[in-house]
Structure formats: structure tokens, C-alpha cells
């Protein structure tokens, strides 16, 4: 049988120490009502060679995005970038990728390094003070963090921006069902594609626990951070930036200086490929005051007794391990090979990478839209600016575009209409730096003609 | 504070922040082909970063000092590849490769979430048969694979569970945790909006038909139990337990981080079970990746179908379907965006395959052998939990070795020297300096039989030589870790 390491000999001896006469009667221990008495309806095992075989044949069904395959202009929380040789040869040694949670700190101080400078990479993208280890995507740490800011504050009201990805506001109120469904949405402005500020204060009611915006938001379009901080900061409620594309903290300011409470998102776009959706890497930062009120794990720097640098697992505390009923979260396992695929490839780049890959980001999107425009074929849906993802308005019907489209292998956007009925035929559309010149052009000649 | 210094290999490694000198660059991105977007043309300067803003010291190194460092790191580290990783409750089996291959197939690797049902058939196929081979496994009769990891699991079953009985027009408000239970379990309770009622386990280690039901009420939405438990040992009660339960209305839910030592050999169906997360990092051999990613699916009972999360997978006819909210009233919504985590489910998928019924049989049994031959070969020099055959795993408490003035943390680490991962230590609560030792299937007969010589060893020292138990680790890069300091004066970054 595969990956099993005993010899018939082996397990003989075995059940000699045991002092038992064969395997059946080690099974003596489950109650015989509840054995299988035949096997399980799978199908049989398979040779590596035939399972090799198979898994090819099961990939090949599937028409995934890159070169020779599809052409994709899709995102909306999930990036299709460029991922540095270094960090699957790197992320892919064993001792990091068959290690589990650094229980053992003296021989996990690969791990633990590495996540805390992961810890610190976040912090230095958000301008905030400490970063946990990881959270398990976007909307679940979008999710957490709503709780964070309810416990933080002792309030229940939680205000989301409408512009918020509807996915993780789907997740939020799943989470929220449970304690208190004390949550409203601030629309957002149609003209601008920006939260309203007025709504949004409209919505908080007197006392906030929470403002929750994501910059750029589902649209593309950049949010007015500080002056949303101002306001939720008026009622003393907290302000949560949710960033679901983070190549954009290379040019923009970062939340931290914006007056944010606590920024979460997903850092999927550095070094984790799209994988149909998961995993990604959720990921926290907020203020030292809040740390003790913040879920995951966090990695903190002390000495081992000879007084050598060293890390470790720390704030326990805080964790299910201990304080059972009484955690901040529930979380045990997180993201961390994602985290540490993320640190590789930040640190591959670079400060001056990071900054480049921002621009080109932002120069790709501009020219791509720049280009559809002048199709006439699609308008510009809203009129705040973008960073790598922006909104049109098709003059002809989306689904049938959409389908046109993809006959000549291009994934042209997302159909807005299916999480905003009002949005009909409106495309959410990105770019990023693996959209060639030619690429770009190609869509939009194939887009006039569809 | 004194730096480490090179010893030869054993090398030192600063942050990768102190390796940092301006100006130095790695894998730069590939130079845009379209025209220049001047940032500050259309986006307002307050948006934008400042000029010459420099990240508060974001690192600068060469692609070498990038490769050099994780290197470094991960010599540092020690994963089931290095060797023996017997961490009761984790199941630090064997990562087949042949996995990895696959799910880094291209294939799987490239499809974006949101592109169209019919260029990724393969992926909802894999996805769909998944769940029907989970559903095999457990009797359960639907499965979700959409959350990220065992707690997150849990987490979805419990909202289900408080769903259900919302829908029913009476909602209920506790659940019952036995005292062996994993800490995640009371934790998402409560996450879950559940008051928890604990709930002793018996003198033999199990859980009792009386004691279950002296505290279930019709305000008890669920018993939540691990099976076997956390000690190692099968609830022989089951039936009785979950009959109990059933008769006042509630529900059992089952955490399977143990399915292990049950898979091909008794389905959760069968003992009264409604609902249960499967650990797909555990039993079905997806990498723990340093402490994640792993995958949390959820199966249930028929009467739970309704609300589990959304998007679900249908097929009709050959094609493979995304069914939506709209469609799903009762859903509980979502865990995470997207449908779970993919390459993962990849992973297990593959594993399922490889193993087929007899080989998840195989593997279960031969990890209940496994845990047996240490439990035997142990118990003369560790105090047995419970003195009765266990199934996964063998738990002892630190009662021959307190006497000495040696804790099981001492002992724990003194194992280090020897060359194997430490046990889980510490847990379940109910035992004095736990030792929890989970040997998995994969492991060799050779490999147990030096395991065991080193316990027994460690065990004579604690009589004979007990510095060298509270000294150990010696022959690590760093000794013994400051863990107080570390809460106390935390340093949770790196500053210029």
C-alpha cells in the first residue's frame, strides 16, 4: 500500500509487543455495530504514474489564464501577476512547506523568522504598528476585523460601504448572523463610484463600532480615506480599509497616514497564484493599542537563555489554545506558506520593484481603458480615479459580449449585474503587468467588433 | 542583546531588513510596453504617497541575498521531511510529492475564480466528486469544501446548527463540550453565538450516556465531541450518547481531527453524527505549510443540506454548475469569498485517489498499530493516561518523571537532542503534563524502535542526570526560548 512504511515482518512484530494475533482484533476497540463490513464505494488506487495521469487529464479539462491560454482581464479580488522564480524554489523547500504551527520554537526559527518578517513587510506597506501572522483571505479577515472593532469599542453597529466587495460583505453577515445583525450598507455615490460620506454617516446612527470601506474599492475607484476617518473618527467608531489589490500600497498612501483603524485584505497578488479562489492570504494590521483585542497569530522577538536573538509564538493569550470560550478568534491553522510566498516575493522585489510594479500596474489600467473607450463601444461608469481596475457601461448587452468575447479567448471582466441588479450591462475590468501592449489592443479591437 | 555568530554550517542569518543597503535591487518587474501614467495627472496628491517616500525601510537586496536567506531560514526549521513529527492531533503524516506535482499543474494553478463555469469544468468536476468521496467516507450526505481550515470548519457547522433551529422556530442557545475537547471547538461556540456547557469525561477517559444526559435540555442545540478523542480513545457510547441527544432535539456534531484512525473502518453516520469538519492537512495528507493553509470541508445530514454555505456544485448531465443564493434561501451565506481553498482540495483529492478504499483502510489501521506498538513499548517508563488500547494516538502523563523535578516540557525539548519533533505537550487539559505522541502510518518500524530508545533514554536521565533534561535543546541554533520576555517586552516588528 502506498506511503505506509512497514513490512509484513514489521507489523508481525508489532502485534507480538502488542500482544495481539492479528489486525482484525487491534479493531476490537470499535464497537462491531459500527464497523464497515464491506469497503468503502471508491474507486480503487492507482499506480503515481496512472494518479499522475489522471490529475493531467483533469487539469486539461479546464482552460485556465496566462500564455496559451486564456487572456484574462478579470479581478475583483483576484490578481493574475508575475510570480519571481524565487519564490515557488524557495517557498517549495520542505522544511518550511512540512512543518506545522512553531509550537517548538528552537527548531522552528525558519518559520518563526520569516513570518515575523512577513509581520513587518505588511506594517511597512500600511504605515501600522503590528501585523498578525495571517488570516485565511479577505473576507473572513474583513470579517474578523468587524468583530475586532465591536470588541474594541463595545459597540454593535457596523456600516458597510456598498462599494465593498459583495462577496466579503456576503461573509461579514454570515459571521454577524450569530451575535447581532446590527449592520447597515452607505450607498455609493452612482456619478463618482465612491462611498457617500453623508450615507455613511447617515448609516452610524450614534454610536459606530465601525466604517468599512475597501480602497480602491469594487469598482476601482479610490476612496476619500481621511475624509471617511474623519467621519466614523467623529462618532468615535473605528475605520476599517478592507485592500484587496495591496500592489496599489506601493504608490498610494497608505491607510496607516489616511487615520485607518485597522486595514485587513487579501495579499493573494504577491505570491500566490490564482488557484481557483483559494488559498489566498488574509492578512491584519491595525495600532498597538488594539493588539491584545486582534485574532491570529503573532510572532514576537525575545532571546533564547544565552541571550541570542531569537522568536517565538507570542500574546497567547489572546488565542483559542487558552482562553477557549473567551478568545478573540477561533483561528488555529492560517494561511502561513502564503504569507511566507508573499515575503519572498515582496523581498524579491524590492523597495524600488514594489514601486515599479505599482506604476506598471497603474499605467496598464489607464491604457486599457484609454483603449476600450475609444471604442465608443463602453463608457466610463463612474468618474473618481482608478488604480489597476475600473467600471464601464456597455452600450450592447454584457452576457452577450461577455460570451463574444471569450469565443476569441478573452475573459473581457465581470458582469457587475450579478451582485448589483441596478448595474446592468456594467463590466468591472482589470489590468496588470502580465497584460501585454498587444494584449490590451487585441481586446479592444476584439471589443468593437463584438 | 548578543547576535549569533557563524559555527562553521551552522550559519547565521540576520533579518532579511539588516541585509538591506539602498539601492540594491532584485527581481525588478518587466519595464511597461504602454505609455507612462503619470500618477499625479489624475489622482489627487493627498491619495498618493509621498515623493521619496521610502517605506519605512522596506528591504533592498539582490535576488542572491533573497535565495541565501530563506535558505538559511528554512535550515533552521524542522518539517516532516527532516524527520519523525509525532504531534498528537495533527497527524504529521507523510506529504505524498506526487500531490504537489499536481496541484501545481497549471491547469488548477491558473483559473480565476470568477472566469466562466465552461472553462473550468475540470476543476468543478474535481471539486464535485470530492465532496461525493468525503460524503463515502463519512455517510454524511452533503459536503461543503468552502472553508480554510479545521476551526474554520467548525465555525461553519456551528452556524448551520444555530440556522436550523432559527428556521425551525426555536432557537437554542448552548452547546455541550466535553473537558478533552481542542480549544477551538468552545471558541467557535461562542464565535457561533452558543453559551458552552462543559462537560466532564469519565474515570476511563470517555464520555458517559449519564453525564451527557444529566445537562442536555431542549435549549442544547448540539453536543460537540471529537471521535475518537483527544485522549486516543474511541467513545464506545456513542449511539447512546447521540441517541440521547437526538430525543430532546439537538444534534451532534463531530470535530474530525481524528478521522485518521477511522476512515474505511466505521462511518460517523452510523454513530448518530450530523455534522463534522474533515482536516484535510490531517487525514488526507495535504502539507501543514509551517501553519497553514489547510481545508476545513463540512459534511451534514440531510436536514442541514439547506443552509450550507453558497456557491454549491450541481451537476446536470455532464456539465458542472455553480448554484447561488438565490436559489439556496436558507443558506447560512459564506465563510470566505470565493468556493474554499482549491489546491488544497487538489491535494487530498489526488490522495483519495492514490489510496482508494483498501488504502484508506490500510492507512487507518496501520496508524492505529503504529500508536499501539508505542503506547506498549512506553507505558513501563511513562504513566499511561488511560491503561486501555488506544487508537491513533497514546497519550501519557508526566507522573514518573515530576517526581525528579523535570517537567514535560523539559522532557519534551530534551527529545530535540535526539533528533525528533516533540510531542503535542500540555494537552488534553485533563491530563497532568500531557504527552501526546500521534505516530501516523507512514512511519517505519525502525523509526518507532529509535523514538522509543530515546524516550526510554530521556527517561533514565530524568532520574540520573535531570540538567540535561532542563538544559535541552543543546544542539539547536538557539537554546531555550524566552517565551515571558517575548509577552512581556513584545517586539512584534522590525524597526529601522
New interface residues.
Given amino acids: ?7 509484513d515482518k ?2 508481525e ?3 507480538k ?3 495481539l494475533d492479528s ?1 482484525e482484533a ?6 462491531d ?4 463490513k464491506d ?8 499506480a ?1 504514474q496512472e ?2 495521469a ?13 500564455r496559451g ?2 487572456l ?1 482581464f ?1 479581478g ?3 490578481y ?1 501577476h ?1 510570480i ?1 522564480s ?1 519564490v ?24 518563526l ?5 512577513y ?3 505588511v ?3 500600511t ?1 501600522m ?3 498578525n ?2 488570516l ?5 479577515a474583513t470579517a474578523e476585523a468587524v ?1 475586532m472593532a465591536r470588541r474594541v469599542t463595545g459597540r454593535g453597529r457596523v456600516v458597510l460601504s456598498g462599494a465593498l ?1 459583495p ?2 460583505r ?2 461579514i ?3 454577524l ?3 447581532s445583525e446590527d449592520i447597515a450598507e452607505a450607498l455609493f455615490c452612482t456619478e463618482a463610484g465612491t462611498t457617500l460620506v453623508e450615507a455613511a454617516q447617515a448609516a452610524m446612527g450614534d454610536e459606530p463600532a465601525c466604517l468599512v470601506i475597501q480602497h480602491p474599492n469594487f469598482f476601482g475607484c ?1 476612496e ?3 475624509a471617511l476617518a474623519e467621519a466614523v473618527h467623529r462618532k468615535k467608531g473605528l475605520l476599517i480599509v478592507v485592500v484587496t489589490e495591496p500592489v496599489s500600497l ?5 491607510p496607516g497616514e489616511a487615520g485607518c483603524d485597522i486595514v485587513v485584505g ?1 495579499n493573494q497578488s504577491f505570491g500566490n ?8 492570504l488574509g492578512f491584519m494590521a491595525t495600532k498597538t493599542e488594539f ?1 491584545r483585542q486582534m485574532p491570529g ?21 489572546r ?9 478573540t ?10 504569507a ?1 510566498q508573499a515575503a ?1 516575493h ?9 514601486k ?2 505599482s ?2 500596474n ?3 489600467a ?2 486599457l481603458r484609454q483603449r476600450l473607450l475609444e471604442t465608443k463601444v463602453c463608457h466610463a461608469a463612474f468618474s473618481a ?3 489597476n481596475e475600473f467600471t464601464v457601461r456597455l452600450d450592447k448587452d454584457a452576457d452577450a459580449v ?1 460570451k463574444r468575447l ?1 469565443k476569441k479567448g478573452i ?1 473581457a471582466g ?1 458582469d457587475l449585474s450579478r451582485f448589483y441588479p441596478a448595474l446592468t450591462n456594467h463590466l468591472l475590468i482589470a489590468a496588470t ?1 502580465l497584460n ?2 498587444d494584449d ?1 489592443d487585441r481586446f479592444a479591437e476584439e471589443l468593437s467588433r463584438a | ?4 555568530t557563524d559555527k562553521g554550517f551552522f550559519m547565521d ?1 540576520p ?3 539588516e541585509r538591506s543597503s539602498v539601492g ?14 503619470d ?1 499625479a495627472s ?3 496628491k ?4 509621498d515623493a521619496g517616500d ?8 539582490s ?1 542572491l541575498d ?2 541565501r ?14 524527520g519523525f ?1 509525532p ?1 498528537g492531533s ?1 497527524t ?5 510529492k ?1 500531490n ?3 496541484a ?13 463555469e ?6 468543478l ?2 471539486m464535485h466528486d470530492l465532496e461525493a ?1 468525503l460524503c ?2 463519512s455517510g454524511m450526505d452533503a459536503v461543503t469544501l468552502q472553508p ?5 470548519g ?2 461553519c457547522g ?2 448551520m446548527i ?2 436550523y433551529f432559527k428556521d425551525k422556530g426555536a432557537p437554542r442557545h448552548k452547546i455541550i463540550i466535553p473537558d478533552t475537547a ?3 471547538n ?9 453559551k ?1 456547557v462543559p462537560i466532564k469525561s469519565g474515570a476511563n477517559g470517555l464520555l458517559s450516556p449519564e453525564a451527557v444526559k444529566a445537562v442536555m435540555d431542549t435549549d442544547t442545540a448540539a453536543l460537540m465531541l471529537t471521535n475518537p478523542n483527544t485522549i486516543g ?2 467513545e ?1 457510547d ?2 447512546e450518547i447521540a441517541r440521547i441527544v437526538h430525543t430532546k432535539g439537538g444534534l451532534i456534531y463531530c470535530d474530525g481531527a481524528n478521522m485518521n484512525a ?1 476512515m ?4 460517523l453516520s ?2 448518530g453524527v450530523d455534522c463534522v469538519q474533515f ?1 484535510l ?1 490531517k487525514t488526507f ?1 495535504t ?9 476545513g470541508p463540512v459534511g451534514v445530514v440531510k436536514k442541514l443540506e439547506p443552509f450550507l ?1 453558497v456557491p454549491r456544485i450541481r451537476k446536470k448531465g455532464k456539465r458542472f454548475t455553480l448554484v447561488n ?1 438565490i436559489d439556496r434561501p436558507k443558506s ?13 482540495m ?1 491535494r487530498a483529492y ?1 490522495y ?12 487507518a ?2 496508524a ?3 500508536a ?2 508505542i ?3 512506553l507505558k513501563a517508563d511513562y504513566q499511561l493516561a488511560y491503561d ?4 491513533h494516538e497514546a497519550v501519557f502523563s508526566d507522573k514518573f518523571q515530576s517526581g525528579f523535578g523535570v517537567s514535560t516540557m523539559d522532557i ?2 530534551r527529545l ?1 537532542d535526539y533528533g525528533f ?2 510531542p ?1 505537550v500540555y ?1 488534553p487539559l485533563v491530563v497532568h503534563g500531557a504527552i501526546m505522541i500521534e505516530p501516523t ?5 525502525e ?1 518507532l524502535d529509535a523514538f522509543i530508545s530515546a524516550m526510554r533514554s530521556i527517561a533514565a536521565e530524568a532520574k540520573t542526570e535531570p540538567e540535561l533534561l532542563k538544559n535541552a ?1 543543546s544542539n ?8 515571558t ?3 512581556r ?6 524597526r529601522p
Wanted: neutral net charge.
Fill in positions: 500500500m502506498p506511503y505506509v512504511s512497514l513490512s514489521d507489523v512484530r508489532i502485534l509487543t502488542i500482544g489486525t487491534l479493531l476490537g476497540t470499535l464497537p455495530d459500527l464497523r464497515i469497503k468503502l464505494d471508491l474507486p480503487d488506487g492507482l503515481e494518479l499522475m489522471l490529475m493531467q487529464g483533469m487539469a486539461a479539462k479546464n482552460f485556465p489564464v496566462g491560454g486564456l484574462s478579470l475583483a479580488g483576484a493574475n508575475y519571481p524565487t515557488a524554489h524557495l517557498a517549495g523547500r520542505s522544511e518550511f512547506y512540512t512543518a506545522y504551527t512553531p509550537y517548538q520554537p528552537e527548531i522552528s526559527q525558519g518559520t523568522q520569516a513570518i515575523f518578517e509581520q513587518t513587510l506594517c511597512q506597506m504605515s504598528d503590528v501585523a501572522a495571517s485565511y483571505d479577505g473576507a473572513s468583530l466587495h462577496e466579503y456576503r461573509t453577515k454570515t459571521y448572523n450569530a451575535a479610490l476619500d480615506v481621511s506601493g504608490l498610494l498612501k497608505p487579501d497564484a490564482l488557484n481557483f479562489g483559494g488559498p489566498y493588539v497569530r503573532l510572532i514576537g522577538q525575545t532571546v533564547d537563555r544565552n541571550g541570542s536573538r531569537a522568536f517565538c509564538l507570542t500574546f497567547s493569550t488565542e483559542q489554545h487558552i482562553r477557549r470560550e473567551r478568545a478568534s477561533n483561528i488555529c491553522t492560517n494561511h502561513g506558506l502564503c511566507l519572498i515582496l523581498t524579491s522585489l524590492g523597495l524600488s520593484g514594489l515599479a510594479l506604476e506598471v497603474l499605467s496598464k489607464h491604457y480615479p482608478l488604480f461577455l471569450l475573459l465581470l503587468e501585454s501592449k490590451i | 542583546m548578543k547576535q549569533t542569518e533579518l532579511i531588513f540594491k535591487k532584485g527581481v525588478e518587474p518587466c519595464p511597461s510596453d504602454v505609455p507612462n501614467h500618477a489624475t489622482i489627487p493627498a491619495f498618493l504617497r521610502v517605506l519605512n525601510g522596506f528591504p533592498e537586496v535576488e533573497v535565495v536567506h530563506y535558505t538559511r531560514l528554512s535550515q533552521w526549521n524542522f518539517g516532516v521531511d527532516t513529527y504531534l495533527c504529521m503524516k507523510y506529504n505524498p506526487v504537489e506535482d499536481a501545481r499543474l497549471s491547469g488548477f494553478t491558473g483559473l480565476h475564480p470568477y472566469q466562466s465552461a472553462t473550468c469544468q475540470g476543476a468536476e474535481l468521496y463515502e467516507i480554510s481550515a479545521g476551526a474554520h467548525e465555525l456551528l452556524f444555530a440556522a481542542h480549544g477551538t468552545p471558541a467557535s461556540s461562542a464565535l457561533a453565538g452558543f458552552v480513545l474511541f464506545r456513542i449511539k477511522v474505511g473502518l466505521a462511518r452510523d454513530m482536516n492537512h495528507s502539507p501543514h505549510g509551517g501553519g497553514g493553509p489547510g481545508s454555505p443564493e447560512i451565506g459564506r465563510m470566505k469569498a470565493f468556493y474554499g481553498n482549491f489546491s488544497i487538489v489526488a483519495i485517489r492514490r489510496l482508494g478504499a483498501e488504502g484508506l483502510r490500510h492507512a489501521t496501520t492505529i498499530l503504529n499501539n506498538y503506547r506498549e513499548a486501555t488500547p488506544c487508537m519534551a525539548k530535540i519533533h516533540p503535542t494537552f502510518e507512514t512511519e517505519s518500524l523509526t535543546p539547536t541554533r538557539v537554546s531555550r526560548v524566552d517565551e520576555k517575548a509577552a517586552e513584545p517586539v512584534l516588528r522590525w
